[in-house]
């Protein structure tokens, strides 16, 4: 391919409410064409026509990076999304057009420092600015599948990422700043290989974020130095049993359930064309239970890990507040959907606090998320921040249907609900989130009562600002 330059300047379009493309801008209708579509049908570029669908279906302005095939090449595009009011129709502004050749070119000085990364790397992989892998060597050194079966899956269920030396994940710092990182550890899901991985930011035309372009180094654990035991005393050599019976559930079942979860997805979103409305009905309710059997697998993985009697957190300095805002933003779309609002602690609010950043951000989401699920429609979610007595604290409380308090400590049980009729989890996420603050020196706490809605308390220790 002889590549150009990218085309900095919005290529504009319009699409129905039936996802058919009704005006174009002239690259765009190049691409559409050249993939089998035409004016009044439906968009023939199926991570575009996904796109469309997603804004349609949420009602809200969708902006992400995607990569489309332009004949034999792919194109990597930064796409805005805009639902008129009443769904008539989506404004498409479509920018950053760029072959992806030209992003490894000699002649960008990211590119550079990539290739210098790539002295050591095993091998490579790119995300898009949703953090969904968009590419990935030709094999994934260490994985039991194939580089094209990770393309599409969200970066956190390919890699299990781990404390860096200094007890931080070097990868969020570079999501905040907008710079690369190196050596963050991490863990291959899919066989269970340590790797180091390494990236550095992809900025859009837009000057936005754009996504991930990294490394990734294996780790060969040293081997174990002998020890002179007595016959007595031998035991069994070889990991624990749980250890085994998590490690062959997590890789049994996430990747299929993966594989089930993203056509489901594709099918319900019809980028491959118009279905029948009772087989796109299927296919999202489909994709909900695959979601469902995924959290409890995450679930399952958790409970193993802070059941061992070694299990502990690193302590490290967080803002509890800004925690809680990534938490409910986390949130959001599902909060719109059930029509909940989410009223979080106010941008300039901190609350210093001593915790593991990674555990304190899943507390929170299990708490939040647990409030919108049970708030009726049109109620408030309140997320505040509070100090005192050298405690940080984060209060959720609904206005749902509260909880007896014969019932209050049984919801921190293993396995445990409240109502087992209601649609729900596994009834391990209260378990495993009060562990996980406890390990981390804190706690969490309700307070309820029937038709008085619920107020849960997740407390850390406070530290100087």
């Not at 900025?203 to 016959?231: K, N, W």
């Not at 804190?442 to 850390?460: E, N, W």
Request: proline share 6%; aromatic share 6%.
């Amino acid at each position: 391919m002889t590549e150009e330059p990218p085309i900095r300047a919005a290529v504009l379009a319009l699409v129905d409410a039936e996802g058919r493309l009704v005006e174009a801008g002239a690259r765009l209708l190049e691409l559409n064409d050249r993939a089998g579509g035409r004016i009044g049908a439906p968009i023939a570029v199926p991570p575009l026509a996904r796109l469309v669908h997603l804004a349609q279906r949420l009602g809200v302005v969708v902006s992400r990076g995607i990569v489309v095939a332009d004949g034999d090449d792919d194109m990597s595009v930064w796409v805005r999304a805009e639902p008129a009011p009443g769904g008539d129709f989506v404004r498409l502004a479509i920018s950053g057009w760029h072959p992806r050749a030209t992003w490894r070119s000699d002649g960008d000085a990211a590119a550079r420092a990539q290739a210098f990364a790539l002295s050591d790397a095993d091998w490579t992989w790119e995300t898009d600015a949703a953090l969904r892998l968009t590419y990935a060597g030709a094999r994934a050194a260490g994985a039991e599948a194939d580089a094209a079966d990770l393309i599409g899956q969200p970066f956190a269920s390919v890699f299990a990422l781990a404390e860096g030396a200094a007890g931080t994940l070097p990868i969020l710092g570079a999501l905040a700043m907008r710079t690369g990182f190196e050596d963050q550890p991490a863990t291959l899901r899919q066989g269970g290989q340590a790797v180091l991985l390494s990236a550095i930011v992809r900025i859009d035309a837009g000057g936005g974020f754009a996504g991930l372009s990294g490394t990734a180094r294996m780790v060969v654990p040293p081997a174990p130095a002998p020890e002179r035991v007595a016959a007595s005393d031998a035991q069994p050599a070889g990991p624990r049993l749980d250890d085994v019976f998590a490690a062959r559930l997590d890789r049994a079942l996430r990747r299929p359930l993966g594989r089930i979860i993203a056509n489901a997805e594709s099918i319900h979103a019809q980028s491959e064309g118009p279905l029948r409305q009772d087989y796109v009905s299927y296919a999202a309710d489909i994709a909900s239970a695959g979601r469902h059997l995924m959290a409890l697998v995450d679930d399952l993985v958790d409970l193993q890990a802070v059941e061992r009697p070694d299990f502990v957190v690193a302590p490290d300095a967080i803002d509890l507040a800004d925690v809680a805002r990534r938490a409910a933003g986390l949130l959001a779309v599902r909060a719109a959907n059930a029509r909940v609002r989410i009223d979080r602690p106010a941008l300039d609010e901190t609350l210093p606090a001593s915790g593991d950043f990674r555990r304190a951000l899943q507390i929170l989401v299990n708490l939040v998320g647990n409030a919108v699920r049970y708030s009726p429609a049109d109620a408030v979610v309140w997320v505040r921040a509070s100090a005192q007595d050298g405690v940080a604290a984060i209060i959720v409380a609904d206005q749902g249907k509260g909880i007896a308090l014969a019932d209050q400590a049984r919801i921190f049980e293993k396995f445990e609900r409240v109502d087992t009729a209601e649609p729900g989890g596994s009834g391990l996420g209260l378990y495993i989130a009060r562990r996980l603050a406890q390990a981390m020196g804190g706690d969490i706490t309700v307070d309820s009562a029937p038709g008085q809605g619920a107020r849960f308390t997740f407390t850390l220790p406070a530290r100087e600002g």
